[in-house]
Structures are given as structure tokens and as C-alpha cells.
């Protein structure tokens, strides 16, 4: 299996540490639900890198994280805004306070040529 980054070297991850109330089936249900629809505006913009993943620890199913890879941090808290004011359903079941993210910026990922000698087998 070759190997790939999880993300590129100056762009920026956004981790959402959150815990949830009530059944985590239904929380993840809907997030879906509106995560992969068409209303959703982190979708539409071309600074969106990677689309995210939603994490469920695994001690703690009401503990969650949503990680997501983008090439702005500004335009990331924008979107975020407007999506705010949309209120999808899944951010009800949220009881750890704001859904606001940490942001990250990537500082080191997996060099090309490791990459490339990855794929031809000589790491």
C-alpha cells in the first residue's frame, strides 16, 4: 500500500472536540443527513481541501470528533458562520458548548519522494 498524507503540508486542519446528548445513532443519522446534502455550504467552497470525518471515540460513544483539511482558516470560520445560522438538527444533540473548532496548521507531511518510493515499494 503506497503511502498518502492525511493532509498537505500549509494547509490547515479544523478539529471539532465535542460530546453529545441522547442516542448517538440518531446523532450520527443526522449529521449525515445534512452533512452529505446539498444544503450543506462547506461543500460548495473550493478552499475545502478534504472533505471531513467524524470520529466516535471508542471508550466514550457520546464523545465525537470532526475533523476536516482546508486551505483557509478565514474562509473555513466564514462558512461556518452561515452555517451556524442555518441550525442543522445534529448540532441540538451537542452539550459541550459552542461547536467551534481548534484549527491546526499543517507544519510537515509525508515528503514526494518518500511518497514515490512508497509506491515503488523501497521505503
Not at 27 to 40: K, M
Not at 62 to 73: A, T
Not at 84 to 111: D, H, R
Amino acid at each position: 500500500m503506497a503511502l498518502v498524507p492525511i493532509a498537505k503540508q500549509g494547509h490547515y486542519l479544523h478539529v471539532y472536540d465535542f460530546r453529545i446528548k441522547g442516542d448517538s445513532a440518531e446523532f450520527i443519522r443526522l449529521f449525515n443527513e445534512f452533512d452529505y446534502s446539498d444544503a450543506n455550504p462547506m461543500h460548495k467552497s473550493p478552499y475545502q481541501a478534504k472533505d471531513g470525518v467524524l470520529c466516535q471515540d471508542t471508550q466514550d460513544p457520546l464523545h465525537f470528533w470532526l475533523i476536516g483539511e482546508w486551505k483557509s482558516v478565514e474562509e473555513h470560520a466564514r462558512i461556518r458562520k452561515v452555517m451556524a445560522e442555518m441550525k442543522p438538527k445534529f448540532v441540538s444533540m451537542v452539550v459541550s458548548g459552542p461547536f467551534i473548532p481548534l484549527y491546526g496548521k499543517v507544519v510537515s507531511s509525508t515528503p514526494q519522494d518518500v511518497l514515490d518510493r512508497a509506491a515503488r515499494g523501497n521505503v
